[in-house]
């Protein structure tokens, strides 16, 4: 009989690479959408940028709106990448859930 496959975390991770617009204070960068599960986001952004542990509002495609509060920063070469756990889905809920989906075989 079959054992059920048990996920490490809550939900499990998606890798993209999808643009996005990063939102903070006075601030907009651009960025790029890494990984996402339903309780977070990865995001690249450049290095020069100034987000680093603020609350933003995270806009991608499809008129989906999150407000993320990073958790951990990584350098990466002349990029950071910013882990974000997600406070609230303001916009695009269903595409969000879907962009989030992993089928499970």
């Not at 960025?31 to 933003?56: H, L, Q």
Request: proline residues 4%; hydrophobic residues 35%.
């Amino acid at each position: 009989m079959a054992e059920a496959f048990q996920y490490k975390r809550q939900y499990p991770r998606r890798r993209m690479r999808l643009p996005c617009w990063v939102n903070w204070e006075q601030h907009r960068v651009q960025g790029t959408i890494a990984d996402v599960s339903y309780c977070g986001v990865a995001v690249v952004i450049a290095k020069a940028s100034e987000w680093t542990g603020k609350e933003a509002r995270l806009e991608i495609p499809e008129g989906i709106s999150l407000k993320v509060r990073s958790v951990y920063l990584q350098e990466e070469g002349e990029s950071r990448r910013v882990g974000c756990k997600i406070e609230l889905i303001g916009g695009g809920k269903k595409q969000w859930a879907r962009l989030c989906d992993i089928p499970r075989w």
